[in-house]
């Protein structure tokens, strides 16, 4: 313990000496507060390129421009800037916070109507935080976060009870960096993100109790979760990618969502994966979105009213898990090579027809590219892990699949796709794939011959 | 030296033995079935063209090789070879070993020849398995056959005759293969819920076909699937420690086995 205070000790020694002597190199840092001080309303400050420290304080409609290469480190412990105003522009800075486990975030946006544009973020914990502002802009800001993982085991919870308290204060006693979110929104509405991109951190986009707000064409990518939506009503989704994040988008006590053209992929590695989630959410709508290559593609799980509609879901260890829901329509989906399909149980109530699934061995009698036989969902799998999740190393084992039969045969599962789609040549052409395999055909070859001697050369030899 | 000529003779036998060739003529056309299957999807890393590959082969493979090398241990006493055998100076366990070796063999051969068609006829037809599939799989059935094959010596030693042999493999096959999950999760529910997965994790380890394909999926990165019970294991496994203790284990499985045929083969 006594050993830990020391080199937290002399870390922050090592941390405020370089600081404090480019401080005193330096005076920019603090003519640029004053030159934001003496400047009138409406004024445009062109700030030339070069280092500035903050903390930065924005009290009135300005509009910022770095004119070239800006950098504003920050050696205080207040946020490195804050708007606190309307109307304000801030273009191509670059923020570099080394703080770590604070609560304020790099940028904090307080006001409404603010644009924020090229601006990066390189942070230890939150990169721009709007709290109770309206109607801003942010585009093209990155936030990028420095906090490296401390070991796989580190974010493999996935306790709804936990995060559901995060926006509490964290200990602030341990030395070891907590991650922030990248974008972190709270009671603000009407908000407009575009082409974002956030890398490595908690939350990427993080929205609670918000509403109306847009989030189109940003990218988050190695984070806890890429999007994550709690308590919000009338957000938009639009043409976003997650791509290896724990959990692709995360939807929780959400309601009039609209989650359309994104993109989630490769979210496999943790034993938690999505691409998306949803949880408690109503009346909201996925359409049309790319779910690929994730540990379960879309699950649902207490949600009413939910249409899922268009979506492609590929080469998923699991396309869909749908558990304690009602009243849900899934529509004209793609399922492509997961190696299981769906799995669904307590949501007899959904409706689901009208699907493509590759596995199902359908069977069209009247040629109207609809199977006569339906797509049955099993619900063996779902309950039997519910109950005892260690089960869960049976997954896909050859006797499992064999006892999943045995439950299923003949009984007819509740929830099922009467009307499944039978493949045409659109689905086909999609789900071809051709892979050159003279690679394979030389070893091909090699094992054939080989053999072949070795069975001649065996029987011949005396 | 024992070793090395029981072997030879024991490829020279198991080529010579007709079962030999409608295994092989079976496990080319299971083989070809597989590349057809392949050949409408997509086979990178763990999807469902490679899990239902996986499971076909835990089906056929481990039977296979049941069948196949603890009949020739049983014709040895059959047909009295044992008998001639046991008129020279050599130990039992040379002599299993050397059967062991050679069985192998043949089987990998056997193996070979069906994923070599099927590597050519890919490359003939023009939708063919990726390089890494094919080896991936290769490697994946020689670890079965391998480990498979350590209990086919127990089987071969424990029986008098082909019928025992026989009745013998297809149980333990429904047991390790088919039955296994049931079982397991009806035994399983007379204990305390804290017991069930150390218990779960332990009995893993007895089942061959079960910590190969285990570890196979996760090789294949789908480890993610089995959830955040096996967490820590799946990461291990993972990790350049997971392989030299899977080929540990491997050979753990096969000495033991070996060593408890010899014991018994020995009795009798």
């Not at chain 1, 409609?61 to 708007?83: F, H, Q, R, W, Y």
């Not at chain 2, 062991?100 to 193996?111: F, P, S």
């Not at chain 2, 047991?175 to 332990?202: D, E, G, H």
Request: hydrophobic letters at 45%; proline letters at 3%.
């Amino acid at each position: 313990m006594a050993l830990r205070q020391l080199l937290s000790a002399s870390l922050a020694i090592a941390l405020v000496m370089p600081a404090a002597l480019t401080a005193l190199a330096e005076e920019s840092a603090d003519s640029l507060q004053a030159q934001i001080d003496r400047a009138a309303s409406g004024e445009t400050i062109t700030i030339p390129e070069g280092k500035y420290e903050g903390p930065i304080r924005i009290t009135k409609p300005l509009k910022l421009v770095a004119d070239g290469d800006v950098k504003l480190t920050n050696p205080s412990e207040e946020a490195a800037l804050i708007i606190a105003a309307d109307d304000v522009t801030l273009q191509g800075i670059t923020v570099v916070d080394r703080r770590i486990n604070s609560e304020d975030a790099s940028i904090i946006v307080k006001g409404n109507r603010n644009l924020l544009e090229k601006v990066t973020v390189d942070t230890m914990g939150t990169g721009v935080q709007l709290r109770g502002a309206n109607s801003n802009t942010l585009h093209k800001v990155f936030v990028i976060g420095k906090v490296k993982d401390r070991g796989s085991t580190s974010d493999a919870g996935h306790d709804h009870s936990a995060h559901l308290s995060k926006s509490q204060s964290k200990p602030k006693v341990t030395v070891q960096a907590q991650k922030g979110n990248g974008i972190d929104l709270y009671d603000s509405n009407d908000n407009r993100l575009t082409d974002n991109q956030v890398t490595n951190v908690f939350d990427g986009i993080y929205l609670e109790k918000s509403s109306g707000n847009q989030l189109e064409q940003n990218w988050v990518e190695k984070s806890r979760y890429g999007y994550h939506l709690m308590g919000t009503t009338n957000t938009t989704l639009k043409n976003n990618t997650g791509s290896e994040n724990v959990t692709g988008a995360m939807l929780m006590e959400t309601s009039e969502a609209t989650v359309i053209g994104n993109q989630f992929l490769k979210q496999q590695k943790n034993p938690n994966s999505q691409g998306i989630l949803l949880y408690d959410v109503q009346n909201s709508l996925i359409t049309d979105n790319r779910i690929e290559g994730n540990r379960v593609g879309l699950y649902l799980e207490r949600s009413t009213g939910i249409t899922v509609k268009g979506n492609q879901l590929a080469l998923n260890f699991v396309g869909m898990q749908l558990t304690s829901s009602s009243q849900n329509t899934w529509t004209n989906n793609q399922f492509i090579s997961n190696v299981i399909a769906a799995q669904a149980q307590d949501s007899a109530t959904d409706n689901i027809n009208g699907n493509y699934w590759d596995n199902l061995l359908g069977l069209d009698v009247d040629g109207d590219h609809i199977s006569d036989l339906p797509y049955e969902m099993n619900p063996f799998y779902l309950g039997l892990t519910d109950a005892v999740p260690a089960y869960q190393l049976f997954f896909q084992s050859p006797g499992f699949v064999f006892l999943e039969n045995l439950f299923t045969n003949g009984a007819g599962s509740p929830i099922r796709d009467n009307s499944p789609l039978m493949p045409t040549s659109a689905v086909l052409a999609a789900d071809a794939q051709t892979t050159s395999g003279w690679g394979a055909g030389i070893l091909g070859l090699i094992l054939l011959l080989g053999s072949c001697t070795f069975i001649y050369v065996g029987v011949k030899k005396s | 030296m024992h070793i090395n000529l029981i072997a030879k003779r024991e490829v020279k036998v198991g080529f010579r033995n007709p079962w030999a060739y409608s295994f092989m003529a079976l496990f080319s056309l299971f083989s070809l079935g597989l590349l057809v299957i392949q050949s409408q999807s997509y086979m990178k890393g763990y999807t469902y063209t490679t899990g239902t590959m996986l499971n076909l082969i835990l089906y056929l493979l481990p039977l296979m090789t049941m069948l196949l090398s603890s009949f020739s241990l049983t014709a040895e006493k059959e047909e009295g070879s044992w008998q001639l055998l046991s008129t020279y100076a050599m130990t039992t366990s040379s002599f299993l070993i050397g059967k062991y070796v050679g069985q192998a063999l043949v089987l990998i051969a056997i193996v070979s020849f069906g994923y070599g068609i099927s590597g050519v006829a890919g490359l003939l037809l023009g939708k063919s398995f990726a390089f890494s599939t094919l080896l991936f799989l290769l490697v994946f059935s020689i670890c079965l056959i391998l480990l498979f094959l350590g209990i086919a010596m127990l089987i071969g030693a424990l029986c008098r005759n082909r019928w025992q042999a026989l009745t013998m493999g297809v149980s333990i096959w429904f047991f390790y293969i088919l039955a296994w999950p049931t079982l397991l999760i009806s035994l399983l529910s007379f204990v305390p819920y804290t017991w069930i997965k150390p218990l779960l994790q332990i009995v893993t380890f007895f089942n061959p076909a079960e910590f190969v394909r285990v570890y196979s999926v996760t090789r294949l990165g789908g480890g993610a699937i089995f959830g955040p019970e096996y967490y820590k294991w799946i990461y291990w496994i993972d990790s350049a420690l997971g392989d030299v203790c899977f080929v540990a284990l491997c050979l753990l499985w096969i000495s033991a086995t070996l060593f408890i045929a010899t014991r018994a083969w020995e009795r009798r």
